[in-house]
C-alpha cells in the first residue's frame, strides 16, 4: 500500500474500533489532504455534499495554514452534553467561529483580498474546539499525520450567533472555566492577532477542486488559549466579552 492509503486504513480502523493506532508517515501536506478526503468518503460524512463546518488556523501569520472539513455528528449546539460520545483525549481551544453570508466559488476565492473576504461573513460565535487524536502518539504525531486526522479534530460546540462586526481583537479577553480549576483568562492571543485572517487561505483551499462554498458555511478560527487539557466529567465554559459564551459537559 502507499503511504495515503497505509494512513486511511490506519485512521478507519481508529475511528470504528475506537481506539488509536500508531501515526504514518506521510510526504506533505498534499498528502494529509487527500486522507482527509479519502476517510470521509469511506465513512459518508458530506454525502457527496461540500462540507458545511470547517477548522482552520495556524501557529503565526508567517506559518502556512491549515484546514479540515468537520464531520457534522460531532458539531453540536452549546450548551452541549458529550459525556457519550468516544474521545480518546479531551483537549480544549477557545475559538471563534465565523459564519459566510454568500456563496463562494472558486474564482470568487482566487481573486478576493483580505477585506473583500472579511466582507463576506456574517455571523460571529464563540466556539469550543475539543481536540482527540486517533494517532497513539497524540499531539507527538508528526504533523503531516494530525493534519491527515482532520487536524486532531474531536468535536466541536458553537454557542449564540451574533453579527458580524470588526473588533479589536488585541484587546479582546477570553475566559476559559475547566471543572472546578480557577478562571483562566486570555487576551490579545490569537495566533494571528485577527480569527478573520483565516478566512482567505480557508475560501482558496476549500473551493480548490472546483467547489463552491455555501452561504451558512461555518469556519473555526484557531485557539485563544493554546491546548488545555479536561478530563471526564469537567463542565467546560468559554466566555469571550462582548460575544457570547459557549459550554460542553464532558
Known amino acids: ?45 458530506f ?11 495556524g501557529a503565526s501569520r508567517q506559518a502556512v ?4 472539513p468537520l464531520p457534522p455528528d460531532g458539531v453540536w449546539t452549546s450548551p452541549a ?7 480518546c483525549r479531551r483537549g480544549i481551544e477557545a475559538e471563534i467561529a465565523l459564519r459566510l453570508g454568500e ?14 473576504a472579511e466582507a463576506l461573513v456574517d455571523g460571529m460565535c464563540v466556539a469550543i474546539e475539543i481536540v482527540d487524536s486517533r494517532w497513539l502518539e497524540a ?8 493534519l491527515a486526522d482532520q487536524q486532531s479534530h474531536g468535536a466541536l460546540v458553537l454557542g449564540d450567533w451574533r453579527p458580524f462586526v470588526a473588533r479589536d ?8 472555566y475547566i471543572g472546578a480549576r480557577p478562571e483562566q483568562v486570555y487576551r490579545g492571543t490569537h495566533s ?24 451558512g458555511t461555518v469556519v473555526t478560527t484557531g485557539t485563544w488559549c493554546g491546548l488545555l487539557d479536561a478530563g471526564p466529567g469537567d463542565m467546560v465554559r468559554v466566555a469571550f466579552d462582548g460575544i457570547g459564551e459557549a459550554s460542553v459537559s464532558l
Do not use: N
Open 1 to 45: 500500500m502507499t503511504p495515503i492509503d497505509t494512513a486511511v486504513s490506519s485512521l478507519l480502523q481508529a475511528r470504528r474500533q475506537g481506539r488509536p493506532v500508531p501515526a504514518p508517515v506521510l510526504d506533505d501536506a498534499t498528502a494529509a489532504y487527500a486522507v482527509q478526503a479519502a476517510v470521509a468518503r469511506e465513512l459518508d460524512w
Open 47 to 57: 454525502g457527496g455534499s461540500v462540507p458545511c463546518y470547517w477548522k482552520s488556523g
Open 65 to 68: 495554514p491549515t484546514h479540515a
Open 81 to 87: 452534553q458529550a459525556r457519550d460520545w468516544p474521545f
Open 103 to 116: 456563496r463562494v466559488d472558486a474564482a470568487k476565492a482566487r481573486s478576493l483580498e483580505p477585506a473583500e
Open 139 to 146: 499531539q507527538e504525531a508528526p504533523p503531516f499525520a494530525k
Open 169 to 176: 481583537w488585541q484587546a479582546q479577553e477570553c475566559r476559559v
Open 192 to 215: 494571528m492577532a485577527d480569527p478573520a485572517f483565516v478566512l482567505l487561505p480557508w475560501l482558496r483551499h476549500a473551493t480548490r477542486a472546483g467547489a463552491s462554498v455555501p452561504a
